[in-house]
């Protein structure tokens, strides 16, 4: 769910952005039923996913939080990510976040049909809560996580994590920041292959 960070990673093709996007809802080999650029996208997003998961960095921030949320941790951290990629948006971007979760929205409309189903479904709630732009606030993330919680009948109590998200702020950025650096490099080489 840190879709923020996937669509970041895929530069300026478009397809590859919607690619990227849309991964989760796309399973086995349904990827091949989508365009070749499309499919690019998804591929990136389950090479980013493992190279997320297996990284020592990304563990750190995780074990922080698995007394408490077990196997959750790991969605919590992805959506922390994406809030320390928005809250610092103009280190990485020169497009206004704004703007750029707009362009991204219209994108999405425009190429509606190419969508999955699920996507279709959520896209609406998506954008009339803007949850791209609103990463950058820990209301926005609180939010999401209640959402997100809400989908799995509240086992988790995953929204409390913006406790541990204020405590331990600067920990979390930190790791944040030099694990997105090594992610971005890892991408740039994906992408050029």
């Known amino acids: ?3 923020l960070a996937h669509i970041y990673l895929s530069g300026d093709n478009s397809q590859l952005k919607i690619g990227n996007f849309i991964a989760d809802s796309v399973k086995g080999k349904q990827y091949l039923d989508f365009p070749p650029e ?21 563990s750190k921030s995780v074990e922080r939080l698995f007394d408490r ?14 809030h320390f990629l928005a809250a610092n948006w103009k280190e990485y971007c020169e497009i206004p976040l704004k703007e ?3 362009d991204f929205y219209k994108l999405l409309k ?43 009948k509240y086992r988790a109590k995953m929204h409390l994590a913006v406790e541990e998200l204020r ?3 600067k920990e979390f950025e930190n790791e944040f920041r030099m694990f997105f650096e090594e992610l971005r490099t890892y991408v740039k080489s994906e992408i050029n292959t």
């Open 1 to 3: 769910m840190n879709f």
């Open 167 to 169: 405590e331990f702020y």
């Open 100 to 102: 750029y979760t707009e």
């Open 38 to 58: 499309i499919q690019k996208g998804i591929i990136l997003h389950r090479a980013i996913d493992t190279f997320t998961d297996t990284h020592p960095i990304v």
């Open 69 to 82: 949320y077990g196997h959750y941790s790991r969605v919590i951290v992805d959506i922390l990510y994406d």
């Open 110 to 152: 425009d190429n509606f049909d190419v969508l999955p189903k699920p996507v279709q479904n959520f896209l609406p709630y998506m954008v009339a809560d803007n949850w791209l732009y609103n990463y950058r606030e820990i209301e926005g993330i609180e939010k999401i996580l209640f959402q997100m919680n809400r989908r799995i």
